[in-house]
């Protein structure tokens, strides 16, 4: 059975730029998480979508958003790039609204010039 | 404020003994503790959870420890082997109106030296 799959693997870009991360969940999972880990920090939650619907946030400002589509994949979007914003993005999936462990993708390494 | 706490950022053990990782939360209303194994370039992999009604969780060479009156989870890994070697995150989580979030140490990493 595939895992959690996020594209692209790496990507480059410069400051004020916008750019969009995407993640396919395991299948028959619905839910979807996104995390931010910056150098040097742990994890930080950032988003998580249910069935099309984001059912919680993390502390990140508006400039991060999201979606989730139908077939529960789900995109990541990031505007007005700042230097910080550099990290390693990952996309976990779990079964659903219950405590379901949350499984990860490879991620995705950003890095804002 | 750092809700999940990984004091040692490193850890070295020789191959076949005993590795103990520990981690310390502040938040009362953690109730799901979880251990991620993760090496580089790839996403972190489950290891092994337990929740706040059991204070041990075995799998394998895997023990999980609750202490929920310290606020302090280890995990212990025996026999270490060279593939253990890792960056290891502990993270918890609310069972009930938490939001399914996740909060995340800032990771041990483990070498087993031959």
């Known amino acids: 059975e595939a895992g959690v799959t996020q594209s692209p693997t790496h990507l480059i870009k410069t400051r004020g730029q916008q750019v969009t991360l995407r993640c396919s969940p395991i299948s028959g999972h619905t839910s979807v998480y996104w995390y931010q880990q910056a150098l040097g920090l742990g994890l930080q939650f950032l988003l998580w979508y249910d069935e099309g619907e984001e059912r919680n946030r993390g502390n990140f400002p508006p400039r991060f958003s999201g979606r989730q589509f139908p077939n529960y994949s789900s995109e990541l979007n990031v505007n007005a790039l700042e230097l910080e914003d550099s990290a390693l993005y990952l996309c976990?999936?779990?079964?659903?609204?219950?405590?379901?462990?949350?499984?990860f993708g490879p991620g995705t390494r950003l890095l804002v010039l | 404020d750092q809700q999940v706490k990984q004091n040692s950022p490193s850890l070295s053990v020789q191959e076949g003994r005993i590795s103990i990782l520990n981690c310390d939360y502040t938040n009362s209303m953690f109730d799901y503790f979880l251990w991620y194994k993760k090496y580089p370039a790839e996403g972190p992999t489950f290891l092994i959870s337990i929740s706040s009604i059991k204070d041990k969780n075995e799998d394998g060479r895997f023990t999980v420890f609750l202490n929920k009156s310290a606020k302090h989870l280890s995990l212990h890994i025996v026999p270490s082997q060279p593939g253990d070697s890792a960056v290891y995150f502990c993270a918890a989580g609310v069972l009930t109106g938490g939001g399914n979030k996740l909060t995340f140490g800032t990771g041990t990493q483990l070498k087993v030296e031959l």
């Open positions: 976990a999936s779990s079964l659903g609204l219950t405590k379901e462990t949350q499984y």
